[in-house]
Antibody
């Protein structure tokens, strides 16, 4: 069974860049047809989709974050990554990586990382 | 941008009861392929149902879902203490993948 694990700094200063990595085990991110995805959840709020990289390398990110988001993947390390620039307190959240399984006209997340809290503060 | 609104915000029910959760889209969505998740405190969400009415692996048949181009309903029969948590809906938004704000289910 595939497992995902987020890693990265838990504290980022305002205006700096948030960088997270998701390491996948139990399966290859270069195999199959999956949407390797980043999401976040501010405390007490709902989930927000940030963006995804498809197995083929196609990348898509949320229109409201697009100018600040870079998503990439490294098949050799079986990892995919998120960079979010110019962070503010509004970017404080638990960040999740997940595997998206295509179904019909969309996809659903069948495997998730445990989540990592990132706090933006000076 | 498609916005998903879940109702009610919080429910408090007794074991054995039937609960119905609603999720409505601000405009017609691309398909009836709604997804529902359950999230417990401090944990990642877990997929419950996807598509019109498919249950994910290991999800008991007490959980069922239905949906249309504008809304979806998740029904939980014979509520159990372990069903407490926050329930999220998800749809295909074209340029993004929107989630609802969640419904908290509490067991009395």
């Amino acid at each position: 069974q595939v497992q995902l694990q987020e890693s990265g700094p838990g504290l980022v200063k305002p205006s700096q860049t948030l960088s997270l990595t998701c390491t996948v085990s139990g399966g290859s991110i270069g195999s199959g047809s999956f949407f390797w995805t980043w999401m976040r959840q501010p405390a007490g709020k709902g989930l927000e989709w940030i963006g995804r990289v498809y197995t083929s390398g196609s990348i898509k990110s949320h229109p409201s974050l697009k100018s600040r988001v870079t998503i990439s993947f490294d098949k050799s390390k079986n990892q995919f990554s998120l960079e979010l620039t110019s962070v503010t307190a509004a970017d404080t959240a638990v960040y999740f990586c997940a595997r998206g399984m295509p179904y019909g006209g969309t996809y659903y997340f069948d495997s998730w990382g445990q989540g990592t809290l990132v706090t933006v503060s000076s | 941008e498609i916005v998903l609104t879940q109702s009610p915000g919080t429910l408090s029910l007794s074991p054995g009861e039937r609960v119905t959760l609603s999720c409505r889209a601000s405009q017609s969505v691309y398909s009836s392929d709604w997804v529902w998740y359950q999230q417990k405190p401090g944990q990642a969400p877990r997929v419950l149902t996807y598509g019109p009415s498919n249950r994910a692996a290991g999800i008991p048949d007490r959980f069922s879902a239905s949906g249309s181009a504008t809304d979806s309903t998740l029904t939980i029969d014979r509520l159990e203490p372990g069903d407490c948590g926050i329930y999220h809906c998800q749809q295909e938004g074209g340029s993004s993948l929107p989630f609802g704000g969640g419904t908290r289910v509490e067991i009395k």
